[in-house]
């Protein structure tokens, strides 16, 4: 599924894998926010998307329903991966998240990135934590994941 959204495998793998392990659990929600006394936006679904964002208008996908993503594993995924590809195209390029700025692309307009620098991709997994040395750590993360994947795909 990730190849239709134009986001590499191993990010949404090693993303999906840092917000909810093997998957086992998916339907249970994240801590979320404190507000006063109560916990707020509590993250659901495979990819621990927040219940705060109107998912179907950011994604511009009827399926991407509050209701859905926590009920249903597929469209959890679907919407999870559908993100990855917004933050790449609406937060990630030229943003101060990614390591290297320069990697702005001067002709981009909305839509899939078929072949984005590995600085998008970098910027992405952070984005998906947020910001800050929180989603810093988040990234090294699902960056050893990869890493871990990587080194197991070479022993196949």
Not at 39 to 51: I, K, N, T
Not at 119 to 146: E, F, T
């Amino acid at each position: 599924m990730a190849s239709e959204y134009r986001v590499p495998g191993v990010v949404a793998e090693a993303i999906a894998w840092a917000e909810t392990g093997r998957g086992d659990h998916w339907g249970r929600r994240g801590p979320g926010v404190v507000e006063g006394e109560h916990r707020v936006c509590r993250e659901m679904g495979r990819y621990q998307l927040s219940p705060c964002i109107d998912w179907v208008r950011r994604l511009g996908d009827p399926l991407c329903t509050n209701h859905n993503i926590i009920s249903h594993y597929a469209i959890s995924v679907r919407c999870g991966i559908a993100n990855l590809q917004w933050l790449s195209v609406h937060r990630c390029v030229g943003d101060e998240g990614s390591l290297s700025v320069k990697v702005a692309r001067p002709n981009h307009t909305a839509g899939p990135i078929s072949h984005a620098p590995p600085d998008i991709w970098m910027c992405v997994i952070k984005r998906q934590n947020g910001a800050g040395p929180m989603a810093d750590a988040y990234r090294q993360k699902v960056l050893s994941y990869i890493g871990w994947l990587t080194l197991e795909r070479e022993e196949r």
